[in-house]
C-alpha cells in the first residue's frame, strides 16, 4: 500500500507533519493551547495540502517549468500571491466554523485578521514553491546529464558500427589479392599498396576516439582507399579531386567520406561495364561548408541503403547527433548519368 504512494504524496505528507510538529512544539513550549488549537492546526495543514496541489495542478496547467527563468520567477511570486489570499480567506472561514478565536486576535478586525493569515500563509507557500521549483530544477539537470550520457553513448555505438561497416572483407580480400599479384611483378608498388591498407585500418581503429578530424586527414586515407580500389579497377576507376585549400581544416565526422566514396564505388563505378569517375568536391558556400562526392551510376534505390547497408543511414544519423539538426545529408541522380553525394555542414567557427 505504501509503496504506491507517490514520491510527491510523501513530500507533502511529511512536510506538512513537520509543520504541525513545529508548531505544536513551539506553543506548548510557550502557551497553554486549548482543544481549538489542535483542531484548527489540524484543518489548517489539510487545507494546506489541498492548496498547494492545486496551486500544483495550475503550475502543470500553466507548463511554468518549460517557460524561461525570469517568466518562471513571475509565475511563482504571482502564484504564491493570489493562492495566500486564498488560504487566508479559507483559514479564517475555517476558524470561524469551529469557533476557534484565540486571544490575541480578538483585538483585530476581520479584515485585518485576514491580512495576517494571509500574510503567512504566504510565506508558508513561497517556501513550498521554492523547494518545489528548486526539486524540479535538479531533477531536471539531472535528467539533462543522463540524456547528454546517453546521446554519448548512442554517438559512440554509432561510430563503432560505422568503423566496422567500413572494416569491408571483401575490400580487404581483394586488396590482398591484388598486393598478393604485385608482389613479384612490382615490388615497390606492393609495399605502397600495404602501408596504405595499413594505414585504413589503422585509421578506422582511431576513429571512434575522435567526434570529427581536419578534411586533411580524411582526404588522406580516401586516397589511400582509392589507390587500392584503382589496383582493382585500373583504368575503369578515374579519380578526380577539387580541394578548396582553405577547407583542408574544417572539421568533419571521421570516416565519413570514405563511407561515402567506398559506397559510390560500390554501388557505382563497380555497376558500370566500362567503369566510370569519382570526383569528391570540397568548398566553401556562403555561410557553410559543402562537401560532394559526384560519382557514375544511378541510385536504383540505394539511396537508403548504402555500404553493406549501413552507410547512409550512419551518415545522416552521425550528423545529426554531432550539429544538431545544423548539418544535412542528401544523394540524388544528377544528369550525365551521375549520382550525387552532398554534404552541408556549419563552418568550424560556429560549431
Known amino acids: 500500500m505504501l509503496n504506491k504512494i507517490s514520491r510527491y504524496w510523501w513530500c507533502q505528507i511529511i512536510g506538512w507533519s513537520v509543520n504541525i510538529a513545529i508548531s505544536v512544539f513551539f506553543v506548548t513550549t510557550f502557551g497553554e493551547p486549548d482543544t481549538y488549537f489542535f483542531l484548527s492546526l489540524l484543518l489548517t495543514c489539510l487545507l494546506g495540502v489541498l492548496i498547494t496541489h492545486v496551486m500544483r495542478l495550475n503550475i502543470h496547467s500553466l507548463q511554468v517549468l518549460r517557460k524561461p527563468l525570469k517568466t518562471q520567477i513571475f509565475y511563482l511570486v504571482a502564484l504564491t500571491f493570489i493562492f495566500a489570499i486564498f488560504f487566508g480567506m479559507l483559514n479564517e472561514a475555517i476558524d470561524y466554523v469551529i469557533g476557534y478565536n484565540p486571544d490575541k486576535l480578538q483585538k483585530y478586525s476581520k479584515l485585518q485578521r485576514l491580512f495576517f493569515s494571509s500574510f503567512n500563509a504566504m510565506w508558508l507557500l513561497l517556501v513550498w514553491n521554492m523547494i518545489y521549483y528548486i526539486y524540479h530544477y535538479v531533477e531536471q539537470n539531472r535528467k539533462q546529464e543522463l540524456d547528454t550520457f546517453r546521446l554519448e553513448a548512442v554517438v559512440k555505438s554509432l561510430e563503432l558500427k560505422t568503423i566496422k561497416s567500413h572494416i569491408n572483407p571483401h575490400f580487404i580480400f581483394n586488396a590482398l589479392n591484388s598486393i598478393r599479384a604485385l608482389v613479384d611483378e612490382n615490388p615497390e608498388r606492393a609495399r605502397r ?30 586516397k589511400d582507399y582509392l589507390a587500392l580500389e584503382h589496383m582493382r579497377f585500373e583504368e575503369r576507376l578515374q579519380i578526380e579531386m577539387d580541394i578548396d585549400e582553405d577547407t583542408l581544416n574544417q572539421p568533419i565526422p571521421p570516416m565519413m567520406l570514405q563511407t561515402l566514396v567506398e559506397n559510390a564505388i560500390k554501388h557505382g563505378v563497380s555497376k558500370q561495364i566500362n567503369g566510370g569517375v569519382i570526383r569528391i568536391t570540397s568548398d566553401f558556400k556562403e555561410n557553410h561548408y559543402e562537401l560532394i562526392v559526384l560519382n557514375s551510376g544511378t541510385l536504383n534505390g540505394h539511396a537508403t541503403h548504402g555500404s553493406d547497408g549501413f552507410g547512409i543511414k550512419s551518415t545522416q544519423d552521425r550528423l545529426n547527433l554531432l550539429y544538431q539538426g545544423k548539418a544535412h545529408f542528401k544523394i540524388m541522380d544528377v544528369s550525365g548519368n551521375m549520382v550525387e553525394s552532398k554534404i552541408i555542414m556549419p563552418l568550424a567557427s560556429i560549431l
Open 193 to 222: 599498396a600495404i602501408t596504405e591498407l595499413s594505414n585504413i585500418l589503422r585509421s578506422s581503429m582511431q576513429a571512434e576516439k575522435m567526434e570529427t578530424v581536419p578534411l586533411k586527414q580524411e582526404l588522406d586515407i580516401v
